[in-house]
């Protein structure tokens, strides 16, 4: 009976949800959210994320940089937000990650533009992260001449860099025998 | 002297000991003889009051050219008696190791002399393929019956682990022999493959005469998901926690510090106290939540869902209080080597112990009206009878132990992070039955909380994190425990070359558990059944539907999971009545 005196006591324990939203304290870990305007391509949550739900790759035809993520596999640890360098990837308070039917659902992706290499015309990174670069470079205050000597080799892969060094060094060392 | 070192004497006395190490201050690792393993375990056992904890085969034809066995001992007096316990600076882990050579696997049993060790040394054949000669029981445990007979998938050179070898068709699939006693008007009734209270896969065979269990055995490893393998080699330290977690769905918080703690033990980390002392309080949040779960099932199988339902009205509070502290709802995805990842805040800290008054106060008022319900209370008490020699001989851990009168609790003999610094007691119940396990399931719901209370106030400020500068030593080992909601959870980390694991063994509590459940069985009635194995709180799964056989007559009676759920909650109706 005392059991049954609690319960008028208490009354009704259940939320309305979903009629009415359920609300999540402040610094709720939930579902990673993207945001495709700030993302660079750099790949560093690809790298930290323990599960792989992020997956940073060339499309097929390798014209596009693909940033994808799977809600399937994530764990919601939030390594990405916190590696990243432009808060694209920042935890939400989304926990409604149900989806119809079908796992294919869960996939988020983004295409990025890729940057070819001026030497070789492979690409090698986005043309975001270049940029990106450049306008973190620009705020160190060299002047134009330093920053144009510090940039030449911005547009290369670093294979070619490798190459072009290894060339250059070679020189150096053939004119200094000589 | 130091810790563990007068017992090491006590064994050279009559063993020769080839080799001493010492991992950290209380773990030390003696190495014997093949042929001295036996009796050197059964005098650090049964002489000097040591418990057996785990025992991890290892490969290290690699390192060494040999198989090897840890078998870890953790010495805290037999406990018999109150008297029997050792001084808390005398407790210690040993582990004895033995080498046993590649040419020829096999070693002489150890469970002819300790019986815990029945478990380990069968999945040391079904992993390693090393034989324990004179094993009683020496049937497959781990890997399914029609696993192919020479592939020992631990075994570094076995197998790739995606590796998934062709099933056999089911005709020809071998049968798993259950232990089967004799006699006229035996009926067996097989539970299984899935279970009433938590609803996970694991195959009982009851023998009843009437109604009566008279034996029972078991077939689980159902869900084996060969996470030690996946582990090994391949996964960094940053995963290794979260790999860790996943062994679990209710205390896996507890498997992740286990198996971080491990690994820091063995390269000698100092996490910040901080990290600690949050460390604690998200162990304690888990064993709220976790108790809640058992104490509201244990009402609820055996009909008593108002109850129930007011428990679980209580752990939505403990759910929040993880949201609070960790963000998730769960305590997952925070600990990684060197801390923790997500600081608390001081509004977090202010809101959380007011949601520990408001689970206190109700927690007390639901308990009190459960414990004036005395169909509940009959229900519970005399049933599932863990005895206390049974219980020496076969080192159970956690709720289950301390049910039956002994004060074993990793958190006292063993401590780890805060614990040094806090003051708490061990809720010891001396009943034997299901009712002591429960009490002493409530009586720790309020330990915990005070607990919690104490970490919050005693928690110092600065950072929760630190880089692990000690790069790892590859061969490095070391012992992680702590005290999950259902006991004991030992891990064990080899540490590999490139900041990889070796070889990581995680014995997770329950595993310690199942051996003693067929003497508990034994003299309870069919309807009890499920509720015996509800209250070992069981990490793996009872009933889809059971099938009874009447040996005599050769008739059979399948029942459905609700059929054996009514039964068990209403006690009308006997299932075997119209045989």
Redesign the interface.
């Known amino acids: 009976m005392?059991?049954?005196d609690?319960?008028r006591k208490?009354g009704n324990?259940t939320y309305n949800y979903p009629f009415e939203p359920y609300v999540?304290?402040e610094?709720?870990?939930g579902k990673p959210a993207y945001d495709y305007e700030k993302c660079i391509g750099c790949a560093a949550c690809a790298v930290?994320c323990?599960?792989n739900a992020i997956n940073v790759k060339l499309n097929e035809e390798k014209t596009k940089l693909v940033w994808e993520f799977d809600c399937a596999r994530c764990?919601?640890?939030?390594?990405c937000d916190?590696v990243c360098p432009t808060n694209a990837v920042m935890?939400s308070d989304e926990f409604e990650t149900a989806v119809r039917f079908d796992r294919k659902n869960l996939l988020e992706r983004g295409c990025l533009e890729v940057e070819y290499c001026e030497k070789c015309n492979k690409p090698f990174t986005t043309k975001k992260l270049i940029a990106y670069d450049l306008e973190r470079l620009k705020r160190v205050g060299w002047d134009e001449a330093t920053l144009a000597d510090k940039t030449k080799y911005i547009h290369t892969c670093p294979e070619c860099k490798k190459d072009i060094t290894v060339e250059n060094s070679t020189q150096y060392f053939v004119r200094k025998r000589k | 002297m130091k810790k563990g070192d007068n017992f090491i004497s006590k064994v050279k006395e009559k063993i020769t000991v080839h080799n001493i190490e010492r991992q950290t201050e209380d773990q030390v690792t003696i190495t014997v003889d093949r042929n001295d393993l036996p009796e050197a375990v059964r005098m650090l056992y049964y002489d000097m009051g040591g418990w057996l904890s785990s025992m991890i085969p290892n490969d290290e034809r690699q390192l060494n050219g040999n198989y090897a066995l840890y078998y870890v001992l953790s010495m805290e007096g037999g406990k018999m008696t109150i008297e029997d316990e050792l001084p808390q600076e005398q407790k210690c882990w040993i582990t004895v190791k033995t080498y046993i050579p590649a040419n020829d696997p096999t070693f002489p049993s150890v469970t002819c002399k300790v019986p815990a060790a029945v478990w380990y040394e069968r999945e040391a054949y079904d992993m390693f393929g090393l034989t324990a000669v004179g094993l009683p029981d020496p049937r497959r445990l781990v890997v399914s019956d029609d696993w192919p007979k020479d592939l020992f998938p631990l075994k570094k050179d076995a197998m790739d682990y995606r590796h998934r070898p062709d099933p056999v068709d089911h005709r020809d699939e071998p049968d798993y022999k259950f232990l089967e006693p004799n006699g006229s008007g035996v009926v067996d009734v097989p539970l299984g493959p899935l279970h009433i209270t938590s609803d996970e896969p694991g195959h009982f065979r009851l023998y009843c005469d009437g109604d009566t269990i008279i034996d029972a055995d078991f077939r689980l490893f159902y869900q084996h998901r060969g996470m030690e393998k996946l582990a090994e080699n391949r996964m960094n330290y940053d995963q290794m926690g979260y790999l860790a977690e996943r062994v679990c769905g209710i205390c896996g918080y507890a498997h992740a510090i286990g198996c971080i703690e491990a690994a820091e033990k063995a390269v000698g980390i100092e996490v910040p106290l901080r990290a600690q002392a949050m460390r604690v309080i998200c162990l304690e949040i888990e064993r709220l939540h976790s108790h809640l779960l058992n104490i509201g099932l244990a009402c609820e199988v055996t009909g008593n869902v108002n109850a129930f339902m007011h428990i679980f009205r209580i752990r939505e509070f403990t759910m929040e209080l993880a949201q609070l502290v960790t963000g998730g709802r769960k305590t997952y995805g925070n600990v990684v080597m060197g801390g923790l990842r997500r600081d608390m805040s001081g509004t977090e800290i202010k809101k959380s112990l007011e949601l520990l008054v408001t689970i206190e106060k109700q927690l007390i008022e639901v308990w009190d009206a459960v414990m004036d319900d005395k169909a509940q209370i009959n229900r519970w008490k005399g049933v599932g009878i863990l005895d206390r020699q049974v219980a020496r001989d076969f080192s159970p851990v956690g709720p289950n132990m301390r049910g039956s009168g002994f004060g074993r609790d990793s958190r006292h003999d063993h401590p780890y992070d805060f614990f040094n610094q806090l003051e708490f007691n061990i809720a010891v119940e001396h009943g034997c039955d299901v009712y002591s396990r429960e009490s002493v399931r409530y009586q720790e719901l309020l330990e915990s909380i005070s607990i919690i209370r104490q970490c919050f106030e005693m928690m110092p400020g600065g950072q929760t994190i630190i880089k692990p500068q000690t790069m790892i030593k590859p061969g490095a080992y070391a012992i992680g425990n702590d005290e999950a909601p259902r006991g004991e959870n030992i891990h064990w980390i080899m540490h590999g070359n490139a900041q990889k694991v070796y070889r990581w063994r995680c014995r997770a509590a329950t595993y310690n558990n199942w051996p003693s459940l067929r003497y508990q069985f034994r003299g309870n009635t069919i309807a009890d059944a499920a509720l015996i194995v509800c209250s070992l709180d069981p990490c793996y799964s009872c009933t889809e539907r059971v099938t009874i056989v009447d040996i005599n007559s050769k008739k059979s009676k399948v029942l459905t999971h609700k059929d054996l759920k009514r039964y068990s909650q209403t006690l009308k109706n006997h299932p075997l009545k119209n045989m």
Do not use: H, N
Request: aromatic share 14%; with cysteine.
């Open positions: 005392k059991l049954l609690m319960t208490y324990a999540v304290p610094g709720f870990r930290a323990p599960s764990i919601y640890c939030g390594r916190e935890l």
